[in-house]
């Protein structure tokens, strides 16, 4: 086999992973691979930042379940990958980072545009590599993508010298892949299947708690299955929005800080929680030592550290969700939770999710709401972080999985507009929202351009109302309305939308709220909807930092 660049053996390599698209932006460092890309079928997309194209990777990837990929250059290419890296790491999100580095005889030397990126990123990635040889890459790709996608998938970054891009080698492609160090268990113990299924049968106040890890394993089929043979009410975590609708007379929407004030009361009166690749958050647990005191915990995870890691439980079951559930559906018996259910019925209609809703002011739940009615519940919605995260988990009724697209752990704002380019990239024949508000949306707003650029055709809407809202939100509840750097000044969003070739469109009275998202549905390409809402709205219920998570601030009354 004649000899290949190093540059063509990691492109090469690429293709051979089912690769299609790249996001990234080019630099010294990566020149010879870009010199490659521009003569390989794989589609590259350049952002306007490196956090954009890391986000946009990120966001193919929930929407599809494949493996999103980035490039940058070395030095601060690399370290602008970092935020959107750690998002995906917190987030379980399976992406493969490629970043050039100086020659090899330079590392070390405070070389022009060196960083130490695989020190930077060891804490946050699940694996990372510095190759010395062009002959590794074959070998590095292959298992960088298999780390990546398997058991708790999370991202690998690859750190490549420009001269081993430059280096000549054998292309040698590896027919698997032998990690020894490195094993993954999707089967359960069939003895834990049983006792699952006793303690099942036996409860009289079940609760499903569903968490991300549902999505990754496609597991969502086997939760509805579960929930409606056994009639077990479901809660889901933000990373778990659509595995169980909003609408099913079972669902109990999303639970702690900001969910639903029946899920809430729910899992603190629950008899036995059946946690399904969840990981017992801060933001869902509250204050620890208080969560759900009268329930016994099953706890269903691939990835066997995050077991008991926050909350002790009575069984852990390691292994894939889809396998486990499939394995428990074999054998489990319906518990009598008539009694039950009437309860939880009962807290829907004391604790409903509500709004004072005004005829003089934009609500910004009412936006989420015709937003949802417009799109009859079925587009992919990215956000970007704070309240208009919050309100757009709470209003939109989801229905299907990989439709809510949100940086969950690490809370990332400038988040939503680039992951909304890679989920509209990966998912083109779903309308894809971003729902933003007007300090998130500033800080990656030049990926606006990429949308363009590339006819990504994105919809965004602007919750503006002048504030970094979740943080005065907080000032005015526990800091006597002290708004220290919290209100924000934004740009004329319309003539910037339209500096970037979108369409604008301001709306600053509620009549025209419908007219302005059909508009923008029907208009092709890009479309931003700048909606001047109320400025002090806030999101509710709302468990205070500290607290048991029934005891929620709830509102209006």
């Known amino acids: 086999m004649p000899k290949m660049k190093g540059a063509q053996i990691l492109v090469e390599a690429l293709q ?10 080019p630099g010294g460092a990566v020149l010879p691979t870009f010199d490659v890309l521009y003569d390989a079928p794989l589609k590259f997309i350049l952002t306007r930042h490196e ?37 995906a790491y917190m987030d379980s999100i399976p992406l493969v980072a490629i970043t050039g580095q100086v020659k090899t005889s330079l590392i070390g030397n405070d070389a022009f545009q060196e960083a130490d990126v695989t020190g930077i990123t060891r804490p946050i990635t699940k694996h990372n590599y510095l190759v010395k040889s062009a002959k590794e890459l074959p070998r590095v790709i292959k298992e960088a993508f ?8 999370g991202p690998v970054l690859i750190d490549l010298p420009v001269d081993v891009q430059l280096q000549e080698a054998e292309f040698e492609w590896p027919e698997s892949v032998d990690l020894p160090g490195y094993k993954v268990v999707t089967h359960p113990h069939p003895a834990h299947i049983k006792q699952a299924a006793l303690m099942i049968a036996q409860a009289k106040r079940p609760v499903l708690y569903v968490g ?27 990373m778990a929005l659509g595995v169980f609708p909003t609408d099913d007379p079972l669902s109990l929407g999303m639970l702690g800080m900001h969910g639903t004030g029946y899920a809430n009361h729910a899992v603190m009166e629950a008899d036995l929680i059946i946690a399904v690749g969840a990981r017992f958050d801060d933001r869902v647990t509250g204050r620890l030592d208080t969560f759900a005191p009268y ?50 019925e009962e807290w829907k209609r004391k604790f409903p999710l509500r709004y004072k809703d005004d005829p003089n002011v934009i609500k910004p739940q009412y936006v989420v ?41 690490l809370g ?28 998130s949306i500033q800080m990656n707003i030049q990926e606006l351009m990429t949308a363009v650029e590339n006819g990504i055709d994105v919809k965004v809407a602007i919750l503006n109302n002048s504030y970094l809202g979740m943080v005065r939100q907080w000032q005015e509840l526990f800091y006597r309305r002290r708004y220290s750097a919290t209100p924000i000044r934004s740009p004329d969003f319309v003539k910037l939308a339209e500096a970037y070739g979108a369409k604008g469109l301001r709306v600053t009275r509620k009549e025209d709220v419908v007219p302005a998202i059909k508009e923008a549905l029907e208009t092709p390409g890009v479309v931003l909807m700048d909606f001047v809402v109320e400025p002090e709205e806030n999101v509710f219920p709302m468990v205070p930092a500290g607290e048991t998570i029934n005891k929620m601030i709830m509102g209006m009354a």
């Open 212 to 238: 991300g890890g549902v999505v990754t394993a496609s597991a969502a089929e086997e939760v509805r299955e579960l929930a409606h043979r056994c009639q077990i009410p479901v809660t889901t975590t933000l």
């Open 146 to 153: 298999y780390i990546a996608s398997t058991g708790r998938p």
């Open 16 to 25: 051979r992973e089912g690769v299609e698209y790249i996001f990234g932006y």
């Open 412 to 439: 990332t704002m400038g988040f939503g507009l680039p992951a909304a380019i890679g989920a509209k990239v990966g998912r083109p024949d779903r309308v894809v929202i971003d729902i933003a508000g007007d300090g």
């Open 295 to 344: 329930a016994k915990v099953i706890h269903i995870d691939i990835d066997p550290s995050s077991i008991s890691k926050n909350i002790p439980v009575d069984l852990e079951i390691v292994g894939d969700a889809k396998i486990v559930l499939q394995e428990l559906l074999k054998v489990v018996e319906k518990p009598d939770t008539s009694a039950w259910l009437e309860q939880i």
């Open 369 to 409: 709401e015709k937003l949802s009615e417009l799109t009859n519940g079925e587009a992919i919605i990215t956000t970007e972080v704070g309240q208009n995260q919050m309100w757009a988990a709470q209003y939109y009724r989801y229905k299907y999985p990989r439709q809510f697209i949100s940086s969950g752990g």
């Open 51 to 87: 956090q954009g194209a890391a986000h946009a990777a990120d966001g193919y990837a929930r929407a599809t379940g494949k493996v999103g990929v980035c490039i940058a250059t070395s030095g601060p290419g690399a370290t602008n990958l970092v935020t959107g890296i750690a998002t």
